[in-house]
């Protein structure tokens, strides 16, 4: 019968080595138990940019990018795209199933609650200069939340941690469509919570002078289907290599554990 293992022989001591085969991984620390001798320290692996390292187990996010395929908590991208809004897709990430109707409506108002930026975040937005790249705008308020919510760094409490979701969900839209302004020049349109998550961040992308802004539905729904394909970004460099979860392991407070994966996904360079 085969076994889930894995045999390796190291030429240089002639010593076989058996190491377990879990989930199609083995542990990178079962590699430094082969040694040259007592003082050696053992092997380690070398996998820049995490090409080929798994950090956790993922029961939220399947990608294969080679076949096409896609899933958040097993339902298909396509079926998802297809059917349902970006904010029903984040319910899903987070809670492991689609909304009801009632769950739905109550995750909504939660998130349309915190759309509003405090104004000292807003003077803060307004300090930086007129050319300043709108990623790095967007890293430093996000970043500058913690001061604004001290308590977020309670990443123990669970009621703590659901509070620092919707406020997140809810204001990154609000700071990105500020950053995008700011680089024009434009005053800073106030989100308008008549409208859905998409169509208030377009309002506060492309409002100009009239009173009440009417997005494009078409627009709309592509600019949903968008944020839904990038809803997760299951194991890769940004969630992985200097990012959320290792933050988060160490108990780093919310917002600056999403500033970090941020920094690391708005990157040019890719080992």
């Known amino acids: 019968m085969a076994k889930d293992s894995l045999s390796i022989v190291d030429e240089r001591t002639q010593i076989s080595y058996e190491i377990p085969i879990q989930s199609g991984t083995i542990r990178a620390m079962d590699l430094r138990k082969i040694k040259t001798g007592p003082e050696d320290f053992g092997l380690m692996t070398y996998d ?6 798994a950090s956790c187990q993922s029961a939220i996010t399947f990608i294969d990018g080679d076949k096409g395929i896609l899933r958040y ?12 809004s970006f904010l029903e897709v984040a319910y899903l990430i987070l809670n492991g199933e689609l909304p009801t109707a ?19 975040t807003k003077k803060f937005l307004e300090g930086f200069r007129y050319d300043a790249h709108p990623m790095g705008m967007f890293i430093s308020t996000v970043a500058a939340l913690s001061t604004v919510y001290p308590e977020s760094r309670k990443v123990q409490d669970p009621e703590v941690r659901r509070l620092q979701i919707y406020r ?16 024009l020049g434009y005053p800073y349109i106030y989100p308008d919570n008549e409208l859905s998550y998409t169509e208030n961040f377009m309002n506060m992308l492309w409002k100009m002078v009239e009173s009440k ?10 600019l949903d289907i968008l944020f839904i394909l990038h809803a997760d970004h299951e194991q890769n460099c940004s969630k992985c290599h200097a990012g959320g979860r290792q933050l988060a392991g160490r108990s780093f407070r919310g917002h600056g554990g999403r500033c970090g994966s941020t920094i690391r996904s708005s990157s040019r360079r890719r080992q």
């Open 48 to 53: 820049p940019a995490f090409m080929n390292t």
């Open 73 to 84: 908590r097993g339902y298909p991208i396509e079926q998802l795209a297809e059917q349902c």
């Open 102 to 120: 009632a769950e739905l409506a109550e995750f909504v108002t939660n998130i349309t609650y915190h759309t509003m930026l405090h104004e000292t």
């Open 168 to 183: 997140l969900i809810g204001k990154v839209a609000t700071i990105a469509a500020y950053t995008y302004r700011h680089s």
């Open 213 to 222: 802004y009417q997005a494009n539905k078409v627009l709309a729904r592509a």
